[in-house]
């Protein structure tokens, strides 16, 4: 990741300072994309994010578990961006302990 992307994700709330991802990561996560190629919500296939459920600073034990993942996007399909809205309630610095059925809910207001 970029110097500039890694303080602007510091900034946002969404890397906290010291915590440290297991090596095996960036390997882990584009396995699940693959397995899970689309948004939950809108469909989109492209800047997708794969969002912990019970977020990685809380639980650091699920990192690599798929069942706390979910793959959301960041494309704005509809005008909305799925990981910060839904994910994060608007705000990297909040998690959402109700992410599973808020997607699901917003999937079917969208009609996808």
Do not use: S
Request: charged share 30%; aromatic share 8%.
């Amino acid at each position: 990741m970029k110097f500039f992307e890694r303080i602007l994700d510091r900034i946002q709330g969404k890397a906290t300072k010291g915590q440290k991802r297991a090596d095996d990561w960036l390997e882990f996560r584009d396995a699940y994309v693959k397995d899970n190629p689309k948004c939950v919500i809108c469909g989109a296939t492209k800047k997708l994010q794969v969002h912990h459920i019970i977020p990685f600073h809380i639980a650091p034990d699920l990192e690599l578990d798929k069942t706390n993942l979910i793959t959301l996007c960041t494309r704005k399909k509809y005008g909305i961006n799925c990981h910060l809205l839904v994910g994060h309630l608007g705000n990297y610095r909040k998690t959402n302990p109700n992410v599973v059925l808020d997607a699901m809910t917003w999937r079917y207001k969208l009609g996808e």
